[in-house]
């Protein structure tokens, strides 16, 4: 594991953000990920792109401890997420360990996974209070924030089933902030949404990229999205990085083929 933090010409340290060390990842037979190396730099905004099957879920949920890793390890800040080499031996470390790195990242899902029979503020507070043990109040005022933030205060004593897709998905941005990720995973964030509904979404989010530095995960088919706000894209096909440069680059002038076709069917 690299031990020095001195910085690169691109701004990232020597030791990422996030760094998938020999991950491989099967489903039974089907193996999804094989032997898969990548790494993000702290602050970067990376899309994973590629056709579907390709892995790209599959990364973001091993990375939220969704899915077990079958070999391999992932590095959060240098720490070892759910395995680490101990002895000469790789050993899964226990769950409290594993909460401990989890922590610290954040996802929204494709379809929001709001509670239905919490209010949206409560939908908000519920792991600040419950996880890292916020008193109420503090944490309701924060939500106020949060939610002005995703143009949402007034919403905050409606209940799910009152917001339109739209709205229900930048609660769930705003709930994924509550927990201060210094890493979020964004899982086709807007597939779920009417057409007219993903432009909210999606400004909400450039909003985001701007004001902070939390580093991003993206899954996204909406790629002038990804070319706005990523620094960095990765383009996927059978769970192996074909290529990987800035969106500029892997937009308008990439290397392989396969891109080339990939985007060619999408744009
Ligand atoms: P992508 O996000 O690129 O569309 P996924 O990561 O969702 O790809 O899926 C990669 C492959 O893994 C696909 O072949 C998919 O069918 C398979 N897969 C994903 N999740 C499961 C699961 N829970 N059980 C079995 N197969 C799965």
């Known amino acids: 594991m690299p031990t020095d933090n001195q910085p690169t010409p691109d ?5 990422p953000r996030i760094e998938f060390k020999n991950v491989v990842k099967k489903f039974g037979d089907l193996t999804v990920l094989n032997n898969l190396n990548l790494t993000v730099g702290h602050g970067e905004r990376v899309t994973l792109i590629g056709p579907s099957g390709s892995g790209k879920t599959t990364i973001l949920r091993l990375l939220m401890t969704l899915e077990d890793l079958t070999d391999g390890y992932i590095f959060v800040d ?3 997420l759910t395995h680490a080499e101990r002895g000469g031996k790789r050993v899964a470390l226990k769950p409290k360990e594993v909460s401990k790195t989890r922590r610290r990242i954040g996802m929204v899902f494709q379809q ?3 509670f239905p ?3 949206v503020i409560e939908n908000i507070i519920e792991a600040p209070v419950h996880v890292l043990g916020k008193k109420p109040e503090e ?3 924060e939500a106020k924030g949060l939610l ?6 007034a919403k905050a004593d409606a209940h799910p089933m009152q917001l339109s897709g739209g709205q229900q998905q930048r609660v769930a941005i705003a709930r994924a902030l509550a927990m201060h990720p210094e890493i979020i995973c964004l899982d086709e964030v807007t597939s779920a949404l009417d057409p007219e509904l993903v432009g909210d979404v999606l400004n909400t989010l450039r909003d985001l990229a701007q ?3 939390i580093t991003m995960l993206i899954v996204t088919h909406e790629m002038q999205f990804a070319r706005d706000v990523s620094n960095r894209v990765m383009m996927f096909d059978g769970g192996q990085i074909v290529e990987e440069g800035s969106p500029d680059k892997i937009f308008t002038d990439p290397d392989h083929n396969r891109t080339k076709k990939f985007l060619e069917a999408v744009l």
């Open 11 to 15: 701004g990232a340290t020597t030791t």
């Open 78 to 80: 240098g720490a070892p």
């Open 112 to 114: 929001f996974n709001l």
């Open 117 to 119: 029979n919490m209010s």
């Open 139 to 141: 944490a309701r005022v």
């Open 148 to 153: 002005e933030k995703v143009g949402l205060a």
């Open 211 to 213: 004001e902070t530095d």
